[in-house]
């Protein structure tokens, strides 16, 4: 069973750009929550998805990041009109529905972004 | 709002000793999870151990145990007989156990130097 799968692992964009980050969450999981590591930090979440539904936003910024959960494909977050203070590592994390681990987040390599 | 803290920003132990990292956190619920996450100069996010709140039994991972006090609201990591492949930053994490905050809240982390 492959584990969760984020792409790029690293992304460089110019400031004003945008940036798109994927995610793909273990077979079988259905939840998917996306988290921000600045350097020298903690992970700090951002947002709880289901399939074709935002549960918990609550810490997203409220301007130029949105997050979506498909019927069909991976997980995005994008980040529109980039800036330097963007510059993190960004993790995703899914869990199951039910069963053992069903309290367990099971978190992906991350994303490194760089904004010029 | 849930806040979880990591006092010792850095701890450094010989290789086969012990050591504990703390962690305290403040809540006003009753039920809820705790985890030690490491993650190692790869970024990825390994689950060390969990706690759930409404067992008073401390958890147990091979060399890893947990000492939870929760009138104390306290949730210490053991590693026992340390190895040089401890060597990561840990992060202590909580998770409610209630409907909607699904979200994990993380310390700053701590950084675990094993000495050869």
Redesign the interface.
Same mark, same amino acid.
């Not at chain 1, 309290?103 to 978190?107: G, L, P, R, V, Y």
């Not at chain 2, 909607?100 to 310390?107: Q, S, V």
């Given at each position: 069973n492959a584990g969760v799968m984020q792409n790029p692992r690293h992304l460089v964009r110019r400031r004003g750009q945008e940036a798109r980050l994927r995610c793909s969450p273990m077979k079988g999981h259905s939840?998917v929550?996306w +988290?921000r590591q600045l350097p020298?930090?903690?992970?700090? %979440?951002?947002v +709880?998805l289901q399939k074709e539904n935002i549960?918990?936003e609550?810490?997203m910024p409220k301007e130029r990041f949105s997050a979506e959960f498909p019927k069909e494909g991976p997980s995005i977050l994008r980040i529109q009109q980039v800036v330097r203070g963007d510059s993190a590592?960004y %993790?995703c994390?899914s869990s199951p529905t039910s069963g053992d681990t069903h309290?367990?987040?099971? %978190?992906g390599?991350?994303t490194?972004l760089t904004v010029l | 709002a849930q806040t979880?803290t990591q006092s010792q920003p850095e701890m450094s132990v010989q290789e086969a000793e012990t050591v504990t990292l703390s962690c305290t956190y403040d809540t006003s619920e009753s039920d809820y999870?705790l $985890?030690w996450?490491k993650q190692p100069p790869?970024?990825?996010?390994? #689950?060390v151990i969990?706690q759930?709140a409404y067992k008073q039994q401390n958890a147990t991972e091979n060399r890893f145990s947990v000492n939870f006090q929760k009138a104390a609201k306290s949730f210490s990591l053991k590693i026992s007989d340390s190895q040089l492949g401890d060597a990561a930053m840990y $992060?202590c994490a909580y998770?409610s156990?209630g409907g909607?905050?699904? @979200? #994990?809240? $993380? @310390?700053? @982390?701590t950084h675990l130097i094993i000495q050869p």
């Open positions: 939840h929550y +988290y020298e930090e903690g992970l700090k %979440f951002m +709880y549960i918990d609550s810490g590592a %993790f994390a309290n367990e987040q099971f %978190f390599p991350g490194r | 979880v999870y $985890f996450y790869s970024r990825q996010m390994i #689950l969990r759930e $992060f998770r156990a909607g905050a699904d @979200g #994990l809240t $993380f @310390g700053k @982390g």
